[in-house]
């Protein structure tokens, strides 16, 4: 199994994951064309009537930065399209024509994949976070949740890939271009995770099956790579993990690596 994050941030959030010959997608929040483009760039064929490229598009909550293109790339690609009964009217999703009710809290065995979804707290309801598994290798997907949960952690818990949101500094949030409603919900219990808390999660999280840890969701305007990146590895040295984990940051505007999990 290999992932590769297509894009995170704001403007847009998609990951791919290649399993077997399967080929999914977590999200698809880009504008259509744009999309296609990157997913091209990272190797996935063009939609072909004989032989699918895309199989799965599961997604994770409605925010457009999220499910923007994730019917449009269903249809196209035929690809079997897995989000809450609630999204099933969202004018972003409703156009495709393989529609698959997610069970929140669920697990689904789907193509020789296990993937277990888990709710969080976010103020999209339903939010959810992803474990996939496939031949025993496992990553997990953690991105817009408000504060940490033990229970989350213990859902996600195995990967050897593990895609985290660091969304904020808080010092960077306080001081920042945000109107004050909006820094009260980035910061809220229903926004997203600050480094610190992202931190508090990622030692939830980490086991010694974790080899790679993508920062991911990092804000442009109340985050840098650099303190994120900072934080993460004191957190893994705390764990004992420093040496064994590799850390990139994943990019808004460019794809990033494929990671063999």
Request: aromatic content about 2%.
């Amino acid at each position: 199994m290999h992932l590769q994050v297509i894009s995170s941030g704001s403007q847009g959030n998609c990951t791919l994951v290649r399993a077997g010959e399967r080929r999914v997608l977590v999200d698809a929040g880009l504008p259509g064309v744009e999309l296609e483009e990157r997913l091209e760039a990272a190797g996935v064929p063009p939609p072909n009537a004989e032989r699918p490229a895309l199989h799965h598009v599961w997604v994770t909550h409605g925010h457009l930065d999220h499910a923007r293109s994730a019917g449009f790339i269903a249809r196209k690609h035929r690809a079997r399209l897995h989000c809450a009964e609630s999204l099933m009217g969202n004018a972003a999703i409703r156009r495709c024509r393989d529609l698959h009710t997610l069970p929140v809290g669920g697990t689904q065995e789907v193509d020789e994949l296990l993937v277990r979804n888990v709710e969080i707290p976010h103020d999209a309801r339903p939010t959810v976070a992803y474990r996939i598994e496939h031949a025993g290798r496992v990553a997990a997907i953690l991105t817009d949740m408000g504060r940490p949960d033990d229970g989350v952690a213990r859902a996600l818990a195995g990967a050897h890939v593990l895609v985290l949101e660091f969304n904020h500094d808080l010092g960077m949030l306080a001081h920042g271009p945000y109107p004050a409603a909006l820094k009260k919900r980035v910061a809220g219990d229903s926004g997203h995770l600050s480094n610190d808390q992202s931190a508090q999660m990622l030692r939830k999280l980490a086991s010694e099956a974790l080899h790679t840890l993508v920062l991911a969701h990092l804000s442009e305007k109340n985050n840098r790579p650099d303190i994120a990146l900072d934080v993460a590895h004191k957190t893994l040295a705390e764990l004992g993990l420093e040496r064994r984990v590799r850390v990139l940051v994943a990019d808004q505007h460019a794809i990033g690596e494929n990671l063999a999990v």
